[in-house]
């Protein structure tokens, strides 16, 4: 294996890792923000640099600079000190001071690697340049002001979503990163764009101003919300549940969310029950919980057990469908179920509905046949890992059922047992 020196330490790397990879298999912490693990390298925000011989004699971009053997990389030297505070100074020229408003402050890379690598002055004193603000939609919003144009959001929405809605428009400083026809984001994970941005220019449009970062709980725990059961974490402001953010698994939901458990708190918030109606005389009349209670314990004394149903919606989780049935098996209920569609529930042997390929594996298949399933609507996350294998070419989907938009090519096959 190749051997580089980072700061005199000898580090072995595979081959095809760049400067910035190798730097931190060493140890070095780089500063950056256009730099992304999972997106492509765009090399645009220029603050990792750092000094590389034998190369040119001034700093490099370390996330687009090839490592090769026998290299040897500082991360700490007087040159890349003065460039990364020169960087930093003209990324904060047009950046205005809303840290005290903003709802990424606690939270926010700019503000830590400004602390970290900064100048403890400005010299700028002109007016700073405004940009007007975008509309994204219901979910995600816009301080396009705090945008440094990192473009992480426009990878993210191409190369993961598949949807091709965000972009840079213009040149020097007029640049500016827009939703192109000012339409509203129609991507299931679009709320990983504030994620994934380093500044406040993205933030989440329910959650701002409910809080901030450090006087939040977390909990870690997983997603009920589809099959997929991804890796979350609740953070909660006494006993309310304030947000939901995703956690790093790289076998299920690498570092993504689909909107839908993002934004399920609005449920326990905004739109909750607030208070029980009962029907008296045909009307219906507010009450108290006890009331209500008392008014439903009432009618099921009354009914008797072989006259009484239950039927689990869509989007309950497994907790309340276990509570619901035991309560009803209690009083002596037989008639449970939870397909409001009556699709019968086959008893073959284990193997033949296990996800035997593992949600991972899918990168390493060369044919899938998705049969009667819209996985972008009903496994947002399970389809961007099926997009993530295709975009490497290897991929070829067949798709039986009903024709949708999955961001990705397939063959149609049909629609029917027949084509089965």
């Given amino acids: 294996m190749p051997i580089a020196k980072v700061n005199g330490r000898e580090v072995e790397f595979e081959p095809g890792m760049t400067v910035l990879q190798v730097a931190e298999l060493a140890g070095e912490e780089i500063p950056r923000f256009c730099y992304h693990e999972r997106l492509s390298i765009a090399g645009n925000c220029r603050m990792c640099l750092v000094e590389v011989k034998p190369g040119p004699p001034k700093p490099q971009a370390s996330c687009a600079l090839p490592a090769a053997d026998k290299q040897e990389i500082f991360t700490n030297t007087p040159m890349v000190k003065k460039a990364r505070e020169g960087v930093m100074e003209f990324l904060l020229i047009n950046h205005p001071l809303d840290c005290p408003i903003c709802d990424q402050g606690g939270e926010c890379d700019l503000q830590d690697e400004a602390m970290g690598y900064g100048r403890d002055d400005s010299r700028y004193v002109e ?43 213009s040149r020097g400083e007029d640049a500016e990163i827009t939703s192109y026809l000012e339409e509203a984001l129609t991507s299931e994970l679009s709320g990983n764009l504030a994620d994934v941005c380093p500044v406040g220019a993205l933030t989440h449009k329910p959650w701002q101003y409910n809080y901030r970062p450090w006087e939040l709980k977390h909990t870690d725990t997983i997603d009920v919300m589809d099959a997929l059961g991804s890796a979350i974490r609740v953070d909660a402001k006494g006993s309310q549940v304030m947000r939901i953010l995703p956690r790093v698994n790289e076998d299920i939901n690498e570092e993504w969310i689909s909107d839908k458990t993002r934004y399920v708190p609005d449920g326990l918030i905004r739109q909750r029950l607030d208070r029980p109606f009962i029907r008296v005389g045909g009307k219906l009349k507010p009450a108290t919980w006890a009331e209500a209670f008392a008014a439903v314990a009432g009618k099921l004394r009354a009914t008797s057990a072989d006259r009484i149903g239950v039927i689990a919606g869509d989007l309950q989780d497994a907790e309340s469908m276990k509570a619901a049935m035991d309560l009803f098996s209690s009083l002596g209920v037989k008639n449970l179920d939870c397909r409001q569609d009556g699709a019968k529930l086959g008893h073959g042997p284990r193997e033949s509905w296990l996800f035997n390929t593992t949600i991972a594996g899918i990168e390493k298949l060369d044919r899938l046949l998705l049969v009667g399933t819209n996985p972008r609507r009903e496994a947002p996350l399970l389809n961007a890992r099926i997009r993530k294998a ?19 090519g397939f063959d149609y096959l049909g629609a029917g047992p027949a084509s089965l």
Avoid: H
């Fill in 127 to 169: 007016n700073k340049r405004a940009v007007e603000d975008k509309f994204l939609g219901p979910l995600i919003k816009t301080q396009m002001n705090r945008c440094i144009q990192c473009t992480r959001c426009v990878r993210f929405s191409t190369e993961i979503a598949g949807v091709s809605e965000m972009g840079m428009i």
């Fill in 390 to 408: 295709w975009l490497k070419g290897k991929l070829n989907v067949g798709l039986i059922g009903e024709a949708a938009d999955l961001r990705y």
